[in-house]
């Protein structure tokens, strides 16, 4: 059985000082974790993280990466960049960025691309408004999303990790039921099975209001791969029984 991956995303939160003991606290109580864990951090904390972590089995992710290779994009970070800090996974499109930085699908798509080619894993988030899917529009959303970067990256798809963040979730503490968020998970599923045979690889992460008390209840479904983690990841005690719940899942 494929083994589930649970991602913490910190967002613009933390600071030298906390972030040590946030992840003192969760290398303290993870063990051997039965899940791939991975806390994805803001940039300028990736060289202390990256000695943090050292050689445990907590994987460092980022939140964001560019498109391009290097040049004339200030303020942007490439993948080779993220690389030389040991970041095994890269948060792309996610619904904060696109909502307020007008990240489209096709950018999404070359983050992604961008990624893959430095050996970084790809999560990459779909997800509709409330207001979509209040007009049934869901399906045709993450369809729509995650179409661009298949279109983009061929067959690498079975290298990305997959990420529906349904937005009307996202840090409001209204959570997809399981059944809603399995729902959408066998849509994303059926997707990758027509671009790739080895679409059953793939992990697909649920993220939105995940927390302690209603993690093992979401991951229990078949088509749920993990989580992606917002506020709890910022409480070391919540963030492991995540971890604990997704091992036994
Ligand atoms: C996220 O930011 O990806 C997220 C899922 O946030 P939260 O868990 O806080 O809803």
């Known amino acids: 059985m494929k083994k589930k991956l649970i991602a913490g995303n910190w967002k613009m939160n933390g600071s030298i000082e906390a972030n040590d003991g946030l992840v003192r606290a969760v290398l303290a109580g993870m ?14 904390y ?9 050689a445990s089995a907590l994987e460092l992710g980022a939140q964001d990466v560019s498109a391009h290779d290097k040049g004339a994009y200030t303020g942007e970070v490439s993948a080779a960049m993220l690389r030389e800090f040991g970041v095994r996974y890269a948060i792309v499109g996610h619904s904060e960025r696109r909502q307020y930085h007008g990240e489209t699908d096709v950018l999404v798509a070359d983050k992604a691309k ?44 079975s290298e990305l990790v997959v990420a529906y963040e349904p937005v009307w979730a996202i840090g409001t503490g209204k959570t997809a ?29 649920y993220g939105g209001s995940m927390n302690a008390a ?6 229990a479904q078949p088509d749920i791969d993990g989580g992606l ?13 995540i971890v604990t719940a997704a091992g036994r899942a």
């Open 46 to 54: 990736l060289a202390q993280l990256q000695m943090l972590r050292a």
């Open 177 to 205: 039921s399981p059944q809603m968020a399995q729902a959408v998970h066998a849509v994303l599923r059926a997707q990758l099975r027509a671009a790739t045979p080895q679409a059953d690889r793939v992990q697909i992460l």
């Open 229 to 241: 983690i917002g506020g709890a990841s910022l409480k070391a005690a919540d963030f492991l029984t």
């Open 214 to 219: 209603n993690a093992a209840e979401l991951l």
């Open 31 to 44: 063990g051997t974790p039965g899940c791939a864990v991975a806390v994805c951090v803001p940039a300028p």
């Open 114 to 157: 961008a990624a893959l080619a430095q050996g970084i894993t790809p999560i990459v988030c779909v997800g509709e408004t409330l207001a979509q899917r209040e007009a049934g529009q869901t399906e045709e959303v993450v369809k729509r999303q995650l179409a661009a970067v298949i279109h983009a990256n061929g067959h690498c798809v």
